[in-house]
């Protein structure tokens, strides 16, 4: 077993090296004319954004900026509608996604067991244990698929100017 001071001193070394060979945390502007502009972003403004490149500070004028492509209120909406959770997957809300789907499944067989323990019904007469199902699950079906058309709203009001945030050399 090494000494604890070589095992300090490898792991103050080996924390020294992965710092200084990270790469440079940068930002990737995407801009309407095909470019990109590489940097990090240090202040932004209502009508640009102020990068520093690797060639030094530069203004970009945020109406050259690409913006990206939005989701549709009126497909969010048909797809919530289609398939319980499918608008809220549009939109990226892959949590609500599930909650919407489970929650919706959930209804109609709790539903559907309780009015079938309740009265008694036989397989051939499942016709309201169906019906009743069915209801309860349409509740949770309509919220995912209004919440899901009011998300895609609230994104389409604001701008969304396509810049990548991950980490790149510089």
Request: aromatic share 10%.
């Amino acid at each position: 077993m090494p000494p604890v001071r070589t095992t300090i001193a490898l792991g103050v070394a080996l924390s020294f090296v992965c710092a200084t060979a990270a790469p440079a945390l940068a930002e990737t502007i995407y801009l309407r004319n095909g470019t990109r502009v590489q940097g990090k972003i240090l202040k932004q403004t209502a009508q640009d954004f102020q990068v520093q490149t690797a060639n030094g500070n530069i203004k970009v004028a945020k109406d050259t900026v690409a913006i990206q492509d939005l989701p549709n209120p009126g497909v969010a909406l048909l797809l919530g509608i289609g398939f319980p959770g499918a608008g809220n997957a549009y939109t990226n809300r892959y949590d609500r996604t599930l909650f919407y789907l489970a929650f919706t499944a959930i209804s109609f067989a709790a539903t559907f067991a309780l009015v079938q323990l309740a009265g008694n019904y036989s397989p051939g007469q499942m016709g309201l244990p169906v019906l009743a199902g069915a209801g309860a699950a349409a509740i949770p079906w309509g919220l995912g698929a209004y919440e899901a058309y009011n998300e895609a709203r609230r994104e389409d009001a604001q701008p969304k100017y396509r810049v990548d945030y991950s980490t790149s050399g510089m």
